[in-house]
C-alpha cells in the first residue's frame, strides 16, 4: 500500500494550494480517504475526508467553507482543494486511508498514512 502526497508549498494569506494524494496497492471503494495536518508543537488535527464509494464528504468546523475534499477514479488520487489559506493553516498535511468510517476524525482509525507535504502561509 502506497500513499503518495504532493503539491505543498508556500503561499500568502488568501491563497488557494490544491494537495494531491495518489493511491495504491488499495481497494479505494472499501475506504474513506482522509485528510489530517499536523503544525509544530501541536497533535495531528482532522481536515476532511471522502468516503470513495458514493463521494460522501465530511470536514473538520476549521475548514469548512474553505477547503474541498475530492477524489477521481480513473487516477485513483484523492485531492485537498484549500482556498482563502490563513495563516493558522500552516502545517505539514497527511492523506490517510481509513476502511472503517466510525470516527472518521480520530487519527488512531486509519489503516494507512502517506509521507506529509509542507504547507506554509504567510501573512
Known amino acids: 500500500v502506497q500513499l503518495q502526497a504532493s503539491g505543498g508549498g508556500s503561499v500568502q494569506a488568501g491563497g488557494s494550494l490544491r494537495l494531491s494524494c495518489a493511491a495504491s496497492?488499495?481497494?479505494?471503494?472499501?475506504?474513506?480517504m482522509g485528510w489530517f495536518r499536523q503544525a509544530p508543537g501541536k497533535v495531528r488535527e482532522f481536515v476532511g475526508t471522502?468516503?470513495?464509494?458514493?463521494?460522501?464528504?465530511y470536514y473538520a468546523d476549521s475548514v469548512k467553507g474553505r477547503f474541498t475534499v475530492s477524489r477521481e477514479n480513473a487516477k485513483n488520487t484523492v485531492y485537498l482543494e484549500m482556498n482563502s489559506l490563513k495563516p493558522e493553516d500552516t502545517a505539514v498535511y497527511y492523506c490517510a486511508a481509513d476502511s472503517v468510517g466510525r470516527y472518521l476524525a480520530r487519527a488512531y482509525e486509519y489503516d494507512y498514512w502517506g509521507q506529509g507535504t509542507q504547507v506554509t502561509v504567510s501573512s
Open positions: 471522502v468516503r470513495w464509494s458514493g463521494g460522501n464528504t
Open positions: 496497492g488499495l481497494t479505494l471503494n472499501r475506504y474513506y
